[in-house]
């Protein structure tokens, strides 16, 4: 799944699933205030949209091309 077709939000669990980001990373991420998660209940949910732009907004890997 792509970060712009990320649904409107995201157990952790299924942020973890479709990321990649482990959930402790993201409780970080969450703390630095680099993703909105909300709460629902007893549910933390992740807004689809801050997880897109958080990951777009990370570098290009620096990958030497080879000869």
Do not use: W
Not at 37 to 56: M, N, P, Q, V, W
Request: hydrophobic fraction near 40%.
């Amino acid at each position: 799944m792509s970060a712009s077709s990320l649904p409107l939000m995201l157990t952790i669990q299924r942020a973890v699933e479709e990321t990649g980001i482990p959930r402790s990373s993201l409780y970080v991420l969450a703390g630095r205030g680099d993703i909105d998660i909300k709460k629902s209940g007893r549910r933390s949910l992740i807004l689809g949209s801050s997880l897109a732009r958080y990951i777009a907004s990370l570098p290009p890997a620096p990958i030497r091309k080879v000869a």
